[in-house]
């Protein structure tokens, strides 16, 4: 009786065991994600109050700077319809028209269409504060270039920057 009771035990396990639901489904495939980095240029638009707190740093520019740098992007999922998935970071350095260099760091997070209007949210900071940015866009494909137009809104306690920048990416996997 013992060995009878071991046995049925042993199936009742490799039963269920092997009928989980974990089984039956499918795995999915691994995540490709595809790098769109590339050069950023611009303008940023200074409301009174930024000018302001700037100055306070010794840092003394007009409503508007220009804008150089990189933007690091990934896209880090996307569906058969064309939606993308998108982290990126953008680093620029402003004002070099006016004799000074003030950095800028933002991280985004958001998504794109395939039809290329895009939308983000994330942290900004520069000297003038910290922020909260949200960016939108769109991207003209042209083969394996992409030309994004973007425009970026970060409200801070010293009044909002508005910034429009543009650059190009060449579509590659990684």
């Known amino acids: 009786m013992r060995l009878s009771t071991t046995v049925l035990a042993f199936t009742a ?5 092997l009928s989980s639901p974990g089984f039956s489904q499918t795995v999915p495939p691994v995540a490709r994600t595809v790098t769109l980095s590339g050069p950023r240029v611009g303008m940023t ?11 306070e740093k010794q840092i003394d520019v ?3 700077v220009s804008q150089f740098g990189w ?3 990934r896209q880090f999922f996307s569906t058969h319809s064309g939606l993308t998935a998108v982290t990126e ?12 260099a003030i950095p800028s760091l ?18 900004n900071i520069t000297p003038a504060g910290a922020g909260l940015a949200v960016a939108a866009g769109f991207t003209v494909r042209a083969g394996v270039v992409n030309v994004p137009f973007n425009v970026a809104y970060v409200p ?3 009044g909002p ?3 429009v920048l543009t650059g190009f990416n060449l579509r590659g996997r990684r």
């Open 71 to 73: 933007q690091f992007e």
């Open 161 to 163: 920057r508005v910034s």
């Open 106 to 123: 933002t991280w985004l997070v958001g998504l794109r269409t395939g039809s290329g209007a895009e939308f983000g949210i994330g942290p």
């Open 89 to 100: 970071w953008v680093g620029l350095i402003g004002g070099l028209e006016q004799s000074v």
């Open 156 to 158: 801070s306690k010293a």
């Open 45 to 55: 638009f200074l409301s009174p109050g930024v000018v302001e707190k700037l100055r």
């Open 62 to 64: 007009g409503w508007a």
């Open 13 to 17: 396990v490799l039963t269920l065991g």
